[in-house]
């Protein structure tokens, strides 16, 4: 709901950050999610695990795409 950039703890999950942005938006495709890791290709949540428990580092980014439904 609220994209930038938000200063968090290290070790924070990715759902506990977009708790911290607002939440989704209802066009948000969670399946998609991307993350941006210093010295590393974007990697995609799916490949990780899930949002849920993905966890981000210092410096990390992620990018939740829009659902065109």
Not at 28 to 48: C, F, H, N, P, Y
């Amino acid at each position: 709901m609220k994209p930038g950039e938000y200063e968090v703890e290290n070790g924070i999950t990715l759902l506990a950050v977009l708790a911290v942005a607002g939440g989704p938006t209802e066009y948000a495709d969670l399946k998609s999610i991307k993350i941006s890791r210093t010295g590393q290709e974007d990697q995609a949540v799916a490949e990780m695990s899930t949002f849920e428990d993905a966890i981000l580092s210092d410096g990390d980014g992620y990018v939740v795409a829009q659902s065109f439904r």
